[in-house]
């Protein structure tokens, strides 16, 4: 009962003190359909700014936020380097967005600073996970990003979050997703949405973890989880 206690009580702070989220982006058409698509996928982010260009953003009233979705290509000349210093600088967390999936871009970005990088055609719950674990300061990209940042190591078992490596310790000992997402104060569907992440992320490197036994035996052998006697 304590527990369920505390996880409903989680769920009451998150929509208590919403995430206050900025978008950045010059393309009105998109900036419109993102504002939309977030604001139905999600009920603990507030979208309090958005806007079309980089001035806009830093002399908004609603700025600092907590969490930056930030086009990468503004053609503002303006490097994205300084763009994510300058809100680090300010405690805003950056998740990036762009057309493009190059491995190079995404290393620029990452070691920028910036915790997300997403390609624009991700879906709105995508968008959503990144933007919850760039609010609790975890790194994101999508399975495919990640395995073309290791492109040419296929037989190596992929990064996960830290996030991530919690649930399948979990799930890998045993846990029902229910268990596994009471005990780490995230909804059902969030914990289901983390292991459906987790095997495409194996699969995209050539491990097969569809079955849980199967994902058992990969959380062992990665040190993920202990084998036990």
């Known amino acids: 009962m304590q527990q369920e206690a505390a996880v409903t009580n989680t769920a009451v702070t998150l929509i208590e003190n919403p995430i206050r989220l900025a978008l950045v982006d010059d393309h009105r058409m998109l900036l419109g359909a993102l504002t939309e698509w977030i604001r ?3 009920d603990d982010i507030n979208m309090v700014a958005a806007v079309t260009t980089w001035p806009e953003l830093l002399t908004h009233p609603e700025f600092p936020v907590d969490v930056v979705l930030l086009d990468l290509d503004l053609k503002d000349n303006i ?3 300084l763009k994510i210093s300058t ?4 405690g805003v967390k950056t998740v990036l967005m ?3 999936s190059e491995p190079a871009l995404v290393r620029e970005a990452l070691a920028a600073g910036a915790l997300g990088y997403l390609v ?3 879906e709105a719950s995508t968008i959503v996970e990144a933007i919850h674990a760039a609010n609790v300061g975890e790194s994101y990209i999508s399975a495919e990003l990640d395995l073309a940042l290791h ?4 037989g190596t078992s992929p990064r996960l979050s830290a996030q991530e490596r919690r649930v399948m310790a979990l799930y890998g000992a045993g846990e029902p997703v229910k268990a596994v997402a009471h005990q780490l104060g995230i909804s ?6 983390y292991l459906k992440r ?6 995209l490197a050539g491990f097969d973890v569809g079955t849980k036994v199967a994902l058992r035996k990969r959380a062992i052998h990665d040190g993920i989880l202990l084998q036990s006697d």
């Open 120 to 122: 624009k055609t991700e």
């Open 79 to 81: 490097p994205v380097s």
């Open 87 to 90: 809100l680090k600088t300010a």
């Open 151 to 154: 492109a040419g190591s296929a």
């Open 40 to 42: 139905g996928a999600a």
């Open 188 to 193: 059902e569907e969030t914990a289901k949405s």
């Open 198 to 203: 987790i095997r495409e992320k194996y699969r």
């Open 98 to 100: 762009s057309t493009y």
